[in-house]
């Protein structure tokens, strides 16, 4: 039987392009062929091995973890050696570092004996060539790929394209008959004297399609923040940490850095993910937004093919070295595929935020051409059955069935159990596309470029539609349904989904409050952020990807939601869970995690595939110091606002550091709500 592997208890050294997971004792290898563990060069697994062995005998954790970005560090017994009495008096650290395109490791071993300590430390590397969509189903690998001897070291082709080399200065090497490669090394250690081998594998790339970015500064500032809860400062560093290494570059934009989407499984461009990363990070400068935009729109859709999902103007969904294929799935993606109906008015609205925060004049003027292609694809592709609702539906036959964020199989569910048939019409992203119109009709206005009228009367119709079609009731009252089905009915599942209209302009103000409500509910609240779905729901499960789950970046754009239409205890509640649960996964939140109610268990339940470090999950730590700020700024016309809610979701906090138009922006937030805020950026800074 064929599984995903697990990832949650791996310990993951990441630099894109390249990563390496490996058990918690810093052990890489597999289970009977099987398993996520190993060395990864994009979407390419180099090494599925890596096992040690002191003086004939595995060495024994006693404690591991991050130790930097892209520094992973176990604490070993090396008790196959130890003198006697009860203390150990002989350990190995193995220190593993991962830089674009290189692993290595160094092993220390150290002793506190009378008499130097002689070992034999033995290492059996396992190349590998398994693509990997294969890894992520659960499929064994096949046989290891031939390998060649080279003076110190060992060579081997993972693909085609990709060549590993593995280095070990000082040891004897020798390639036994399974196809593994034997590294030993004679070592001496005595007290204030350790013993130190390392062994590095290098990675060439003829022909990925990502890879690192010419430079190693990241995009974005790094603030320094002094908040009351002291949960927040830490959880921003870890994830500024994570963030500075999931930066790519695409080699057909090598000068534009965007955001992976995470690892290990989404290391490369996503327009969904990395849009959203990108706007998360604004506060933080616009850098990156420019070279996320930029990258998404050299690859725009400029024909209609079903098999990729390509229209005119389509952003696209993922971009792969070769096909993607999910076995047991029935799905085939290629290695461009557009099936998103997200990520076209998501870009849109990163243009425009990107603008409002600073983006200089003539780098958005430059993507213009590119925006109105977007909006036009909402009107004339989008709408595919012309009832005035963005849609999706894989015509291909072997796409994603589901085009939203939430695209696994059994996401859109009807309350009483079900899935929904499409074409579907998801109720956050009507919101998008309403929040794209105005927002891409006040870029034309300010380039004085044709056509905004037309972008805010269809936005005004949307509204009408929007609250014509997608509102249904319980006995709780009136809320907004998660989809209009193939049928336009409603599809009653309440769900997060509804958090992501607020803010966008599509609701009133009356209708945000009823989402609020409802999103505050405890069958939506489950103490460690915001459920994907309703406790009541037939379909609820806490472990089910879409259907129950908690997603940091979901529960970040809903708190960032909810602050700004003036609901800032559930925005504080669900801020305050983010940061709960953060303290529980060593402040590396993950793609996603369980959403078992806080307090029914004693620590956050993790979800077991889930990717980590991963863009926007991290992002989402940006994210709600944003809302907790209330920022709401206007470089093209000169202002800022600062309105935190109150009370303060945060408590009192201070920031230094943030980045408008280029330039420094301080805020300080009192526990009562008073605000103090300082730049020079042309802008006049309006507080309340």
């Known amino acids: 039987m064929e599984l995903q592997p697990l990832l949650h208890d791996l310990l993951a050294a990441v630099q894109a392009p390249t990563q390496a997971w490996s058990d918690p004792e810093g052990q890489i290898g597999l289970t009977e062929g099987r398993g996520a563990q190993g060395v990864y060069h994009g979407d390419v697994r180099v090494l599925s091995g890596a096992r040690l062995a002191v003086s004939g005998a595995a060495p024994e954790s006693i404690g591991s973890g991050t ?26 650290e193995r220190l593993r570092e991962v830089v674009p395109g290189v692993v290595t490791e160094t092993l220390t071993l150290s002793c506190s004996t009378a008499e130097p300590v002689r070992a034999l430390l033995e290492l059996t590397v396992t190349p590998d060539g398994t693509p990997m969509d294969r890894i992520k189903s659960g499929a064994p690998v096949g046989a290891p790929p031939a390998v060649e001897l080279v003076t110190g070291g060992a060579r081997w082709r993972a693909d085609d394209e990709v060549t590993a080399e593995l280095s070990a200065p000082g040891a004897r090497v020798e390639v036994a008959d399974d196809g593994t490669v034997r590294l030993a090394w004679e070592a001496t250690a005595a007290t204030g004297a350790p013993h130190v081998s390392t062994w590095t594998l290098a990675v060439s790339d003829a022909g990925g399609v990502v890879t690192a970015p010419r430079r190693a500064r990241p995009e974005w500032a790094t603030p320094e923040v002094e908040a009351a809860d002291r949960r927040l400062p830490a959880l921003l560093d870890q994830a500024l940490a994570d963030l500075g290494t999931l930066r790519m570059s695409a080699r057909f934009a090598p000068d534009d850095v965007f955001l992976a989407a995470g690892a290990p499984w989404f290391f490369t461009l996503f327009g969904r993910d990395s849009l959203w990363a990108a706007r998360m990070l604004l506060p933080l400068g616009t850098e990156l937004a420019a070279g996320t935009l930029r990258t998404l729109a050299a690859l725009q859709g400029e024909r209609t093919d079903p098999a990729t999902a390509e229209q005119p103007g389509k952003i696209l969904h993922e971009i792969r070295r070769a096909e993607l294929s999910m076995p047991g799935e029935g799905t085939v993606l290629p290695p461009v595929y557009y099936g998103t109906v997200d990520a076209t008015p998501l870009w849109v609205c990163l243009l425009h935020d990107a603008w409002r925060w600073g983006m200089p004049a003539d780098e958005v003027e ?71 119109a105005v927002a891409g009709a006040a870029l034309l206005d300010a380039f004085g470029r044709p056509g905004a009228e037309r972008w805010r009367a269809w936005a005004a119709a949307l509204a009408e539609r929007f609250r014509e079609a997608f509102w249904t009731s ?81 529960t970040a ?11 800032a205890r559930a925005a504080a509640a669900l801020a ?113």
């Open 557 to 567: 754009i809903v708190v960032q939601g909810l602050a700004r239409a003036g609901h």
């Open 67 to 92: 130790d930097g970005p892209g520094r992973v560090r176990a604490v070993l017994l090396a008790r196959s050696v130890d003198g006697p009495g009860a203390d150990p008096t002989a350990r190995l």
């Open 576 to 688: 305050e869970g983010l940061l709960a649960a953060a303290q529980d996964v060593d402040d590396r939140l993950p793609e996603l995690y369980g959403g078992d109610a806080r307090g029914s268990v004693p620590r956050l339940v993790p979800y077991p595939a889930a990717c980590r470090p991963q863009a926007w999950s991290a992002a989402a730590a940006v994210s709600v110091l944003g809302a907790a700020l209330g920022l709401r700024p206007d470089v093209p016309g000169g202002t800022l606002d600062v309105a935190p809610p109150v009370p303060a979701p945060l408590g009192a906090v201070s920031v230094e550091g943030l980045r408008l138009a280029g330039r420094p922006l301080s805020v300080r937030v009192a526990a009562d709500g008073r605000v103090e805020a300082s730049t020079d950026a042309p802008v006049r800074v309006r507080t309340s």
């Open 366 to 436: 430059a993507l213009l051409p590119a925006m109105e292609r977007a909006l036009a694809w909402m009107s004339d592709h989008g709408d595919s059955d012309g009832d005035g609702f963005l849609e999706y539906a894989d015509e291909s036959g072997t796409g994603l069935a589901n085009q939203g964020w939430k695209d696994s199989g059994d996401s859109v569910q009807w309350r009483a159990g079900g899935l929904a048939t499409g074409p579907i019409a998801l109720a956050e992203v009507q919101g998008y596309a309403h929040e794209a």
């Open 474 to 554: 319980d006995a709780r009252g009136p809320y907004p349904g998660i989809a209009l089905d193939a049928g336009k009915r409603v599809v009653d599942t309440v769900t997060s989904n509804i958090g992501h209209l607020l803010g966008t302009g599509l609701l009133s103000a009356d209708e945000e409050a009823v989402v609020a409500e409802r999103l505050a509910a405890p069958d939506m609240d489950s103490g460690y952020g915001l459920r994907t779905m309703s406790t009541e729901s037939a379909g609820y499960w806490p472990l089910r990807y879409h259907g129950g789950a908690v997603w940091p970046h979901d």
